[in-house]
């Protein structure tokens, strides 16, 4: 089992930049690739970001593309998203997520651990 726990939501004005963080504990001697989501009210959740094991290969949803970047620092078992540039747009409760084995995926389903969210929003 692995917990994650999200941290660094708030509110910024559109343009404005925010940093993410999401800490994994428990069985994290394992290989996981992890992904940030996020679902707007009445929207189905999104995929934002994902980043493998080793933190060579990363992909972004084409919204958060050139805005958003993800890393990862396994030493302190952390995981980023620095977003820039905000958008009223990206107003969103944000999720981190887990799936075992070392591979990125861009859906849901394919993650077996999530954190309870970080409430995310952008005033125009």
């Known amino acids: 089992q692995v917990q994650l726990v999200e941290s660094g939501g708030g509110l910024v004005q559109a343009g404005g930049s925010l940093r993410l963080s999401c800490v994994a504990s428990?069985?994290?001697?394992?290989?996981?690739?992890m992904g940030w989501f996020r679902q707007a009210p009445g929207k189905e959740r999104e995929f934002v970001a994902g980043?493998?094991?080793?933190?060579?290969?990363?992909y972004y949803g084409s919204s958060v593309k050139g805005r958003f970047t993800i890393s990862r620092d396994n030493a302190k078992n952390t995981m980023y998203l620095q977003m820039a540039t905000l958008k009223p747009e990206d107003t969103a409760v944000y999720y981190c997520?887990?799936?075992?084995?070392?591979?990125?995926?861009?859906?849901?389903?394919?993650?077996?651990?999530w954190g309870q969210g970080t409430q995310v929003t952008v005033s125009s």
């Open positions: 980043i493998n094991y080793r933190g060579t290969t990363t």
């Open positions: 997520a887990a799936r075992q084995g070392s591979n990125v995926s861009t859906r849901a389903a394919h993650y077996d651990y």
């Open positions: 428990g069985r994290t001697s394992a290989s996981y690739a």
